[in-house]
């Protein structure tokens, strides 16, 4: 199984971002896909999640309006468009794959990808 995050950079306050994550390897209709972040010095946080056909969406109070998470079973790939940063978005973005259900923890997520750096300036 490989997940590759990818679409990460460096964005003034205020800016865009989209983050892609491709899947191979497994049956993407079949997970739950996630986003996480990770700053330095923190711990890794739950951003948004998205269930097997896109029909439910769920997110971290501090992104929502912000941010919307997406996917493309026939791509296998999930999105997280990420409108109006913050710096204090700044962080390692990671996807992740659980295949029991719905969750905010990483502990239950099965599959991770590489992380992409997304840095936000003031």
């Known amino acids: 199984v490989q997940l590759q995050a990818s679409g990460g950079g460096l964005v003034q306050a205020g800016g865009s971002l989209r983050l892609s994550c491709a899947a191979s390897?497994?049956?993407?209709?079949?997970?739950?896909m996630g986003w996480f972040r990770q700053a330095p010095g923190k711990e890794r946080e739950f951003v948004a999640g998205?269930?097997?056909?896109?029909?439910?969406?769920f997110y971290v109070d501090s992104v929502k309006g912000r941010f919307t998470i997406s996917r493309d079973n026939a791509k296998n790939t999930v999105y997280l468009q990420m409108n109006s940063l913050k710096p204090e978005d700044t962080a390692v973005y990671y996807c992740?794959?659980?295949?029991?259900?719905?969750?905010?923890?990483?502990?239950?997520?099965?599959?991770w990808g590489q992380g992409t750096q997304v840095t936000v300036s003031s």
């Open positions: 992740a794959a659980d295949g029991a259900g719905v969750s905010r923890k990483a502990d239950d997520y099965d599959y």
């Open positions: 390897g497994l049956t993407f209709s079949k997970y739950v």
């Open positions: 998205i269930t097997w056909t896109g029909g439910t969406t």
